[in-house]
């Protein structure tokens, strides 16, 4: 039964505030005119650019820590004459492909165990998750005790600093397969074997293209990293040379093509994501 | 011949069904109707497979459910179709596990497509679809796998009231067109009176048999089978019931 209230104690109507005023640009999670988005995204890379021609032109800042942005790109395009641009891109890459290819090959796997089993969860998990708070760079001693200073020891750090990660996230994103899902295909006559290759793994799949995504970035910072320390070749490994002779010029352009080349690496995982989630 | 044999489903220290015996005869269409508490999900859920009873023991034909499997389809609220998949391929996904040609599998499908009205849809992603649309997906994919029993979780509670009739009358007609038996879970009373041949009123705190009523309707239900007084006097009664279990425990 429902219960009635004594009357109410209270009369005096409640005071009302006067109405907000309407946000066009900026109110929550709305959509905002064409051209503003527009203006706003130009604006995003513009204020920054125009910013540094007018410090480096104003001469204030020294050329050896703030270069113009004429002599980034000279010192840009003479590199790419020189080949050594596309040498050290390519071993950069390489690094990638090989290391974090490997992460991949393994935290996949891993991930549809234990986000997929509880067993799996409780028999990975916390090692898993202790692994991952210990810093990547921190093992660039040890890697060079264990495996010299060559090739192993970069693509091992590579695998490190990323493997961990993409396990979890993976876990994560297996474990958000509606139980409904799984439960009704049961009822329809799949195996175990058949309800993770034909309901988990493609239900998952568009999620797990983003972790490797999101992974993809730290990849591409740990490489840099690895070649900074010792190496012949490679984006990183130039950056640090560049530094010996000052010149900053030629590391500002390095930085460009890392940005530019993430930028590719993300904009292509976005697309096969979407082509692949088409669904979602 | 689906059977349960006092059957009791606890978890810890409370008790969602106790000793529900129940048989349902080859071809009916019984509706379970109570009030949210009375483990009508459970029951069925318990009869799927999807979970074994503390005690008792649910049977078909005879021989005891150990898990779940395609002689006993599901359809839950949500309809769970594979939303990755078009509606031809997840009307084909329990075909597709099973040693028949492709051409085999094919026809079955366009079967079950045309039977529920998703012909023109096939190529459709679930995203494209209606919730009406979507739930006949659901019941198309069970029925390809041809089940013993058709299980039904409160399969049209989301729809709104217009599309919820349509679904009445097209899951009537594809009870008549299969003859599989129909176990239908709902809240809705007059939905269950209007689809069911019999009707079970399950009682709250704990799950259990309050009462077991035939309809007594004729199998050809039009809509307008509603505004009949044996229709009304029966859902009258079946709602006293339910309301009579719902207090007792609240």
New interface residues.
Partial sequence: MVETAPARPFSEPLPRRRPASAHRVWAIRAPIPRAYRIALMVASVAVPLIAWFAVSDSGSVPPQFLPSPEAVWQAGLDMARAGTLATDTWASVQRILIGFGLAIVVSVPLGIVMGGFAAGQALFEPVVGLLRYLPASAFIPLLTIWLGIGEPSKVMLLFIGTVFFNTLMTADVVRRV?R??I?????????RG?VLR??VV??A?PGMIDCVRVNAAAAWNFVVVAELINSEEGLGYRIARSQRFLASDRIFAILVVIAVIGLAIDVLLRLLRDRVG??? | MLTLDAVSQRFGAFTALSDVTLEVPEGQFVCLVGASGSGKSTLL?LI???ARPTSGAVALHGAPVT????D???V?Q?G?V????TVERNVA??L???PISRAERARRVDWYLAETGLTALRRH???QLSGGQRQRV?IA??LA?EPSVL?LDEPFGALDVQTKEDMQLFLRRVWRDTGTTIVMVTHDVEEAVFLGQRVVVLACNPGRVAADLTVPLPDDRPLTVKRLPEFLSMRAQVEDQVRAYHESAA
């Avoid at chain 2, 594979?82 to 998949?85: D, G, K, L």
């Fill in positions: 509606p409904a899902q439960d009704v295909s049961y009822t329809l006559g799949a195996r058949e034909k309901v493609p239900h799949l088409r669904w979602v | 859920s799927a497979g999807l898990g779940p499997g395609p006993r389809g599901l839950f949500s769970a594979y939303p990755f998949r996904f329990g597709e596990l099973l992603l679930p995203k659901a994919r069970a796998c299980l």
